[in-house]
């Protein structure tokens, strides 16, 4: 790409903050200080007057005159002064009297002598002006404390009059550092955006035509797929500014503060064009209006919403201010929102695949010390629906667990004990099974693998282990599907539902009785025919039917109220039931079945993983061979 034009506006080195705060002395409060200084300054004036009028200052020697006639009373006696009251004033005299303090035995030589004398304070020019600004100034700093709380910008969050202004980070051009480079695994939404990229880069070369760039693109996908990274590599590619804000930071505890927010932004937004304003968290701000029971049309977030919709509207995208968001609940989005001329284009980010989860790790692993022997391939195919997140996640594990062994280097068992950790919970060592536990979860697992590893197509056995991990975990089993599959044909879902009860079906088998152990492998087989009954239309009973949806369409408005309902009668429900019961038990006995042609295997098998506690793919009997592919969790129970 050629270069962008150089920017007229001057370069700021501002952080990733609001801006500079207000002046130390408001200028717009100019008239409100002067008018305090002018009453704090008439108040000094007229006390310093009341006390000149209506105190006598005498000598000390009259003083003393006065005090051996008896002619004074409440005396007050300080370092300084003395001070009192006349006993009978005289009519020049005034109510009260004070004077200097002269050292005793100095007075009584003096008085002695017949001479008249007073005492005075040594004060300086300094020392007045200190002591009527010192008092004065510390007012004023506490006024303009006080200010400043409440003032905009000021004090925590913003101050009270500052509850409308934007709480969206700035980060100048030079400081978004993130590029197209260090985001890996999303090409399709790389492309989507380099356009955008292009235009406000070169508005002019893209507008030629006529075309506009659209106000709002809409980054969709689960968490940890990199829809901020993605936002945050718009800009540093684009070397525009960039304001980043949560949805959840409009809404506050005063009505219309988050209609006022939106409008803020949007005003901050225009000044700075061309820039880019990336909202994450979108279904927090912009959830359906009307949805509930109890909402309005005065509902703060309604307010909010109608605000961001109005500004979707005014603004022209030809100014260069682009609108990006981020939600994973697109489904809960209001309608307004998502048509043309708002947010006019969707971009989903999804789970990477096999090669993005490679051009991930290839990110990440170049940030650790590694082993020559590390294969990011081999480790992108253990990783079968992890995220970016998840991805990086493994990664740090990995180097955490080779640190904690004082190893030198990152090896390949680092990183399938990290994905062990991740998939199955950490081990639990100090987990104590009785005997008899143990065995019925050798037998259980042993059940799982083997049944696995029976049916044609099924994914390999990577590993098996007898060892607690997690919450309430007691064993587990790992398959390594060969590829990434998107479709699941009917034979191959009830196989899955096969392996599943295949636990259950060894406990049956060998002990004469069922555990609570198959607790979860239960659910996710009920699941799955419920799935194959209401939603695929895979029962030949009940036909090709969909009678129930997972959840809202991709992108869809949700339905108020829609949740729960069922668009069937109580009959076909029975049918339904039954349906599923009857799918559930085929499943159960088909594992029963093959378990019994096995019998010899489950107990040697077993017996094995009593003894050693764990078995990979290679330690298995012949019957239980090891396969390469990638793991996914099949028992976690």
Same mark, same amino acid.
């Given at each position: 790409?050629?270069? &962008?034009? &150089? =920017?007229?506006?001057?370069? /700021?080195?501002?952080?990733?903050?609001?801006?500079?705060?207000?002046?130390?002395?408001?200028?717009?409060?100019?008239?409100?200080?002067?008018?305090?200084?002018?009453?704090?300054?008439?108040?000094?004036?007229?006390?310093? $007057? $009341? #006390?000149?009028?209506?105190?006598?200052?005498?000598?000390?020697?009259?003083?003393?005159?006065?005090?051996?006639?008896?002619?004074?009373?409440?005396?007050?006696?300080?370092?300084? $002064?003395?001070?009192?009251?006349?006993?009978?004033?005289?009519?020049?005299?005034?109510?009260?009297?004070?004077?200097?303090?002269?050292? &005793?035995?100095?007075?009584?030589?003096?008085?002695?002598?017949?001479?008249?004398?007073?005492?005075?304070?040594?004060? /300086?020019?300094?020392?007045? %002006?200190?002591?009527?600004?010192?008092?004065?100034?510390?007012?004023?700093?506490? $006024?303009?404390?006080?200010?400043?709380?409440?003032?905009?910008?000021?004090?925590?969050?913003?101050?009270?009059?500052?509850?409308?202004?934007?709480?969206?980070?700035?980060?100048?051009?030079?400081?978004?550092?993130?590029?197209?480079?260090?985001? +890996?695994?999303?090409?399709?939404?790389?492309?989507?955006?380099?356009?955008?990229?292009?235009?406000?880069?070169?508005?002019?070369?893209?507008?030629?035509?006529?075309?506009?760039?659209?106000?709002?693109?809409?980054?969709?996908?689960?968490?940890?797929?990199?829809?901020?990274?993605?936002?945050?590599?718009?800009?540093?590619?684009?070397?525009?500014?960039?304001?980043?804000?949560?949805?959840?930071?409009?809404?506050?505890?005063?009505?219309?503060?988050?209609?006022?927010?939106?409008?803020?932004?949007?005003?901050?937004?225009?000044?700075?064009?061309?820039?880019?304003?990336?909202?994450?968290?979108?279904?927090?701000?912009?959830?359906?209006?009307?949805?509930?029971?109890?909402?309005?049309?005065?509902?703060?977030?309604?307010?909010?919403?109608?605000?961001?919709?109005?500004?979707?509207?005014?603004?022209?995208?030809?100014?260069?201010?682009?609108?990006?968001?981020?939600?994973?609940?697109?489904?809960?989005?209001?309608?307004?929102?998502?048509?043309?001329?708002?947010?006019?284009?969707?971009?989903?980010?999804?789970?990477?695949?096999?090669?993005?989860?490679?051009?991930?790790?290839?990110?990440?692993?170049?940030?650790?010390?590694?082993?020559?022997?590390?294969? &990011?391939?081999?480790? @992108?195919?253990?990783?079968?629906?992890?995220?970016?997140?998840?991805?990086?996640?493994?990664?740090?594990?990995?180097?955490?667990?080779?640190?904690?062994?004082?190893?030198?280097?990152?090896?390949?068992?680092?990183?399938?004990? +990290?994905?062990?950790?991740?998939?199955?919970?950490?081990?639990?060592?100090?987990?104590?099974?009785?005997?008899?536990?143990?065995?019925?979860?050798?037998?259980?697992?042993?059940?799982?693998?083997?049944?696995?590893? @029976?049916?044609?197509? #099924?994914?390999?056995?990577?590993?098996?282990?007898?060892?607690?991990?997690?919450?309430?975990?007691?064993?587990?089993?790992?398959?390594?599907?060969?590829?990434?599959?998107?479709?699941?044909?009917? @034979?191959?879902?009830?196989?899955?539902?096969?392996? %599943?009860?295949?636990?259950?079906?060894?406990?049956?088998?060998?002990?004469?009785?069922?555990?609570?152990?198959?607790?979860? =492998?239960? @659910?996710? !087989?009920?699941?799955?025919?419920?799935?194959?009954?209401?939603?695929?239309?895979?029962?030949?009973?009940?036909?090709?039917?969909?009678?129930?949806?997972?959840?809202? !369409?991709?992108?869809?408005?949700?339905?108020?109220?829609?949740?729960?309902?069922?668009?069937?009668?109580?009959?076909?429900?029975?049918?339904?039931?039954?349906?599923?019961?009857?799918?559930?038990?085929?499943?159960?006995?088909?594992?029963?079945?093959?378990?019994?042609?096995?019998?010899?295997?489950?107990?040697?098998?077993?017996?094995?993983?009593?003894?050693?506690? /764990?078995?990979?793919?290679?330690?298995?009997?012949?019957?239980?061979?090891?396969?390469?592919?990638?793991? #996914?969790?099949?028992?976690?129970?």
């Amino acid at each position: 790409m050629s270069n &962008p034009p &150089p =920017d007229p506006r001057p370069k /700021t080195g501002k952080g990733p903050a609001e801006g500079p705060g207000p002046p130390f002395f408001p200028r717009g409060d100019r008239t409100l200080w002067l008018g305090l200084i002018g009453i704090w300054a008439a108040f000094l004036l007229a006390q310093l $007057w $009341w #006390s000149q009028t209506q105190v006598d200052t005498i000598p000390y020697s009259e003083f003393l005159t006065l005090q051996s006639e008896g002619r004074v009373e409440d005396l007050t006696i300080g370092s300084d $002064w003395i001070t009192g009251r006349y006993v009978e004033p005289k009519e020049d005299e005034a109510a009260e009297f004070r004077t200097v303090r002269v050292d &005793p035995d100095l007075a009584n030589e003096l008085e002695g002598q017949g001479v008249a004398f007073s005492g005075r304070i040594e004060e /300086t020019w300094l020392t007045n %002006l200190l002591s009527w600004l010192l008092p004065l100034g510390l007012l004023l700093v506490f $006024w303009m404390f006080m200010l400043r709380r409440i003032g905009p910008g000021g004090g925590m969050g913003g101050g009270l009059m500052g509850v409308g202004k934007s709480k969206a980070k700035i980060y100048a051009e030079e400081e978004v550092k993130v590029t197209f480079d260090d985001v +890996a695994g999303v090409d399709e939404a790389k492309e989507e955006l380099e356009e955008i990229v292009g235009f406000l880069r070169d508005p002019k070369r893209y507008g030629r035509l006529g075309a506009r760039l659209p106000k709002g693109i809409l980054l969709v996908g689960p968490p940890g797929t990199g829809k901020t990274l993605l936002a945050r590599a718009v800009a540093g590619e684009s070397r525009v500014p960039f304001f980043s804000i949560s949805g959840s930071e409009f809404v506050e505890l005063f009505v219309g503060v988050g209609a006022a927010r939106v409008r803020d932004l949007f005003e901050q937004a225009r000044k700075e064009a061309p820039c880019i304003i990336f909202i994450d968290e979108l279904d927090a701000l912009a959830r359906a209006r009307g949805i509930g029971p109890i909402s309005g049309g005065h509902d703060e977030k309604e307010q909010t919403l109608n605000q961001l919709l109005a500004e979707l509207d005014g603004f022209d995208p030809s100014e260069g201010v682009v609108l990006l968001g981020a939600t994973n609940r697109p489904e809960i989005l209001d309608p307004a929102l998502l048509r043309a001329g708002r947010f006019d284009r969707q971009i989903l980010v999804d789970r990477p695949d096999k090669p993005g989860r490679i051009a991930i790790l290839k990110v990440h692993l170049r940030k650790i010390d590694l082993a020559q022997t590390i294969d &990011p391939e081999a480790i @992108a195919a253990l990783t079968p629906g992890f995220t970016g997140a998840d991805l990086a996640n493994l990664v740090n594990e990995a180097a955490l667990l080779a640190t904690r062994e004082r190893a030198k280097e990152v090896s390949m068992d680092h990183f399938s004990r +990290a994905i062990e950790r991740i998939i199955a919970g950490l081990e639990k060592k100090n987990r104590l099974l009785n005997p008899h536990e143990r065995r019925v979860t050798a037998y259980h697992e042993t059940g799982h693998a083997l049944v696995a590893r @029976a049916l044609p197509g #099924s994914d390999p056995v990577h590993k098996v282990s007898i060892i607690p991990r997690g919450i309430g975990a007691l064993g587990y089993t790992i398959q390594r599907p060969i590829e990434d599959r998107f479709l699941m044909s009917r @034979a191959e879902l009830l196989d899955k539902m096969t392996v %599943l009860l295949g636990g259950r079906a060894a406990e049956s088998i060998v002990f004469d009785e069922v555990s609570t152990g198959a607790a979860d =492998d239960l @659910a996710k !087989a009920t699941d799955i025919a419920r799935s194959m009954v209401t939603r695929y239309g895979m029962d030949d009973g009940l036909g090709m039917v969909s009678l129930e949806s997972e959840r809202a !369409a991709f992108l869809e408005p949700t339905v108020p109220f829609a949740v729960g309902q069922r668009h069937y009668s109580e009959e076909t429900a029975r049918e339904v039931d039954c349906a599923v019961r009857t799918l559930v038990q085929q499943a159960f006995e088909r594992a029963v079945g093959l378990l019994e042609k096995h019998s010899k295997a489950l107990e040697t098998t077993a017996e094995r993983l009593l003894e050693v506690e /764990t078995l990979t793919g290679d330690q298995l009997p012949q019957l239980l061979p090891g396969d390469e592919g990638e793991t #996914s969790p099949v028992r976690d129970a």
